[in-house]
């Protein structure tokens, strides 16, 4: 059930933002469970509603070495490896989930799933919706939590500081739309409130993704881990307009779109880790004096681009390029947050009772640069371990 305001303050928790990782948190908590979900915008401006691509899976047996190498190898070494192994080893059972509450992944004619390929993978093992995979899969848990009678969501409504008191946690404080300093209290908190974007000019972000939760937690001494791992991703359609940049998914490039110099030759290798591509981007960029390059799904074989990439097909057009013919101009922008408030394999913070899951914790899955497709994975899998945890705590109370 929906609000804008609550004369009821006190919960068994609070989940802080309801994405992808604060949907799930909810959905593997108790339905006995009292739980208050705060919204700082509307519920459609989540950055899990944009993400394009797909989401990773652990595609078979065979699979998981190459999973684990290629999420190391991107994050440059610097990854959690343990953090990791709880990911791939997690995820069919969280795919299942999905599946489960709904999400139309794309199959083939016989049913089979239908897995994609990204910069820096070994291999196929990608699941997708068209081009809006973050959106299929934020709506389907979206719908499910909105039906559910133990929690209550409170939109417009940001938290503006954290309740402790002798060092223990109490709860949160927040503010209305309208200006009113609310607090709500709690046996514990997730906190699930998306990146840093909106602290960039240039970004793929929500404007209001501030790292809020971040600078609250540095407040109160709640250590915040690689504050310098921010990601740029290689392809957002270049715009002189202010404001949010239009991701080209990464996945265009997984099925053999290719980029080009102003003279339309091609000048690099498109399925380089994010961070490397980004960097021979900059250096075309400024080698020929230009303010972006070119991405050409021209190149792309076997594939009705309209069907397979409709959002990406449709804004393209909208802005006089079509992307069956006309290669698009792209850029680099801020895309995702690797560092944030440290968090162990269960997502608690450092602070008793106090959990982070999502693009604002740092587990260590990412290392220094996000292998594609994994964020919503991450999200997931450890969004479902702060709830099971909680649980876990209350019943050895």
Not at 268 to 280: G, Q
Request: proline share 3%.
């Amino acid at each position: 059930m929906m609000s804008n305001a609550s004369n009821e303050q006190d919960y068994d928790v609070i989940i802080v933002g309801i994405g992808v990782s604060g949907c799930y948190a909810a959905l593997n908590l108790p339905e006995t469970t009292r739980i208050l979900a705060l919204c700082k915008t509307s519920l459609e401006e989540s950055d899990s509603f944009l993400a394009q691509g797909g989401i990773c899976v652990q595609k078979d047996d065979d699979d998981f070495d190459s999973f684990f190498e290629d999420t190391l190898k991107a994050g440059h070494g610097e990854n959690n490896p343990e953090a990791v192994r709880t990911m791939i080893s997690s995820s069919r059972a969280v795919i299942d989930d999905l599946i489960s509450y709904g999400v139309p992944f794309e199959r083939d004619a016989d049913g089979n799933l239908l897995y994609t390929k990204e910069a820096a993978h070994s291999k196929n093992r990608i699941l997708y919706h068209k081009d809006k995979t973050g959106h299929a899969i934020t709506t389907a848990l979206l719908d499910v939590v909105k039906q559910k009678p133990n929690v209550k969501i409170l939109t417009e409504t940001a938290m503006t500081d954290l309740i402790i008191e002798d060092g223990k946690l109490r709860g949160v404080s927040a503010k209305t739309a309208g200006g009113t300093e609310v607090e709500f209290f709690a046996d514990d908190v997730i906190l699930a409130t998306g990146g840093i974007g909106g602290k960039y000019e240039h970004t793929t972000n929500f404007a209001h993704l501030t790292g809020d939760a971040i600078d609250i937690a540095q407040r109160h001494g709640i250590t915040v881990k690689n504050p310098d791992f921010v990601q740029i991703h290689p392809t957002t359609l270049y715009s002189e307009e202010p404001g949010i940049r239009f991701l080209i998914s990464e996945s265009v490039r997984g099925e053999g779109a290719i980029l080009l110099d102003k003279n339309g030759e091609r000048f690099a290798d498109e399925l380089l880790p994010r961070d490397m591509l980004s960097e021979k981007i900059y250096e075309q960029m400024a080698k020929e004096g230009s303010k972006h390059v070119w991405l050409s799904l021209a190149a792309i074989e076997g594939i009705d681009l309209p069907s397979r990439f409709p959002t990406i097909y449709s804004h393209c057009l909208e802005r006089g390029f079509d992307i069956t013919k006309d290669p698009i101009p792209v850029v680099p922008a801020q895309h995702y947050y690797m560092g944030g408030i440290d968090v162990d394999l269960d997502g608690h913070t450092d602070l008793l009772h106090l959990y982070a899951v999502g693009e604002v914790s740092c587990s260590g899955v990412h290392g220094a640069n996000r292998l594609a497709s994994n964020s919503l994975l991450e999200s997931l899998v450890f969004a479902k371990r702060a709830a099971l945890d909680i649980m876990k705590g209350k019943e050895e109370k």
